[in-house]
C-alpha cells in the first residue's frame, strides 16, 4: 500500500519588531519598505531616501506606537500568529504546521526548513490576508519562491490567493459583529476600514480594491438580513497611507473626521482585513482614530477587535485548508 504524502500548512502573515525600540524597528522597516512590492520605486533613488532620512526619522517614532500595544509575549501581530498556528495543530493533528512572516523571523524559509526537515512533502501556502493584493499575497509567493531556489528536491506546492468571499469567514466576521453590537449597540456608522495601497497599483491590475468591496458587501447583506439594521450603515475606507502618492479613497481618517462633524455620534470600526491585531488596528484605530473622533464631535466609539485565534476564526482557516487540500 503506497503512504499518501505527508502534509504541511504554511501560515504567512507579514512580519513585525522583535522588540519596540527604535533598532528593532529600524531594522524591520528596512526590510519591509526595501521589498519591491511595497514600494516599487528604482532602487537607487529610493535606498538612499530610506536609509539616511526615512528611518532615522520614523523609527523612534513607531517604536513608540509599539511600546503602547506591545503585549508579554511580544508583538500582537507574533502572539497571535503563534496562537492561530498552535490552535490548527491541535485541530490537524496529521499535518504540519509552521507559521512564517515575510519581513521578520520566524521567516519563510526558516518554515521552509521546518516543514521539509519533518519530511513533509506537499505543503499549502495560506498568506493570512482575505484579500489579495501585489503587495501583500504576491509577496508571500515570491518569499517561498526565494526559499526554494537553491534546494535540489522540491515539494509540491499549493497557493491560496485569498479568501475574500469565503462563505466561513464572511460567517466569522458576521458574528464578530453581531457579538459586538449585542455589547454595544448598533452604531449610526460601521466602518470596514482596510489597508489601502496605491492607486496606481489598483490601476496596473490589482484587484485589491475589487476584493475589499466583495467582502464588504457579503457581511453587509447578511447583517442586513440578520439584523435590524440599515444597509447604509456600513461603509468602506482605507487606512495607513504612506507617501505622497495617490491611494485608495475614502480615506479613513478624512471619513472618521468628516462622518464627526456631520453628527454621527456612535461609531464602530472593523479592519476586516487583518487576520490579527496589530499596530494598525490596536494603535491607529482602537488609539489614533478614536480619539479623532471624539475631538471632532463624536460621542462613543469601539474597535470590533479581529479574529485573531478566536473559535470562529480557527474553525474557518481549518474549512479553509480542507477546501485546497
Given at each position: ?14 512580519g ?10 529600524s ?29 532615522p ?32 495543530s491541535k ?7 509552521a ?14 526548513d ?61 458574528t ?14 460601521l ?6 495601497i ?14 475589499c ?18 444597509e ?10 504612506f507617501?505622497?502618492?495617490?491611494w485608495l ?18 461609531l ?8 490579527s ?23 462613543k ?25
Open positions: 500500500m503506497q503512504l499518501l504524502p505527508k502534509k504541511g500548512i504554511l501560515l504567512v502573515n507579514l513585525t519588531p522583535d522588540a519596540p525600540t527604535p533598532s528593532s524597528v531594522r524591520y522597516l528596512k526590510t519591509f519598505l526595501s521589498d519591491s512590492r511595497v514600494v516599487d520605486l528604482p532602487k537607487i533613488l529610493w535606498q538612499p531616501l530610506l536609509r539616511g532620512i526615512i528611518l526619522i520614523r523609527s523612534p517614532k513607531v517604536a513608540k506606537l509599539y511600546q503602547s500595544i506591545w503585549l508579554e509575549g511580544g508583538s500582537p501581530l507574533y502572539v497571535y500568529t503563534k496562537a492561530q498556528a498552535e490552535a490548527l485541530k490537524l493533528p496529521d499535518h504540519e504546521i507559521f512564517a512572516f515575510c519581513y521578520s523571523e520566524p521567516t519563510v524559509n526558516m518554515a521552509m521546518k516543514l521539509l526537515s519533518a519530511g513533509v512533502e506537499d505543503i499549502l501556502i495560506l498568506p493570512l490576508y482575505p484579500q489579495y493584493s501585489c503587495s501583500t499575497s504576491a509577496a508571500v509567493f515570491d518569499a517561498v519562491a526565494r526559499s526554494l531556489q537553491k534546494r535540489r528536491a522540491i515539494p509540491s506546492l499549493r497557493f491560496i490567493r485569498d479568501y475574500a468571499t469565503f462563505e466561513p469567514y464572511i460567517d466569522a466576521l458576521v464578530c459583529i453581531k457579538n459586538h453590537t449585542s455589547e454595544h449597540g448598533i452604531p449610526d456608522k466602518l470596514f476600514s482596510l489597508h489601502g496605491p492607486v496606481r497599483f489598483a490601476n496596473q491590475g490589482d484587484d485589491y480594491p475589487l476584493r468591496q466583495a467582502t464588504t458587501a457579503a457581511v453587509n447583506a447578511k447583517l442586513v438580513n440578520e439584523l435590524v439594521w440599515k447604509d450603515i456600513v461603509q468602506l475606507t482605507y487606512q495607513s497611507k507617501g505622497k502618492e495617490p479613497v475614502p480615506a479613513t481618517d478624512a471619513t472618521v473626521e468628516s462622518l464627526a462633524k456631520s453628527g454621527i455620534k456612535h464602530q470600526i472593523i479592519c476586516p482585513g487583518f487576520s491585531d496589530c499596530l494598525e488596528t490596536l494603535e491607529e484605530i482602537s488609539i489614533g482614530i478614536k480619539e479623532s473622533f471624539i475631538e471632532h464631535g463624536g460621542e466609539f469601539s474597535y470590533i477587535p479581529a479574529l485573531n485565534a478566536s473559535d470562529n476564526h480557527i474553525e474557518m482557516l481549518e474549512k479553509l485548508i480542507y477546501q485546497h487540500f
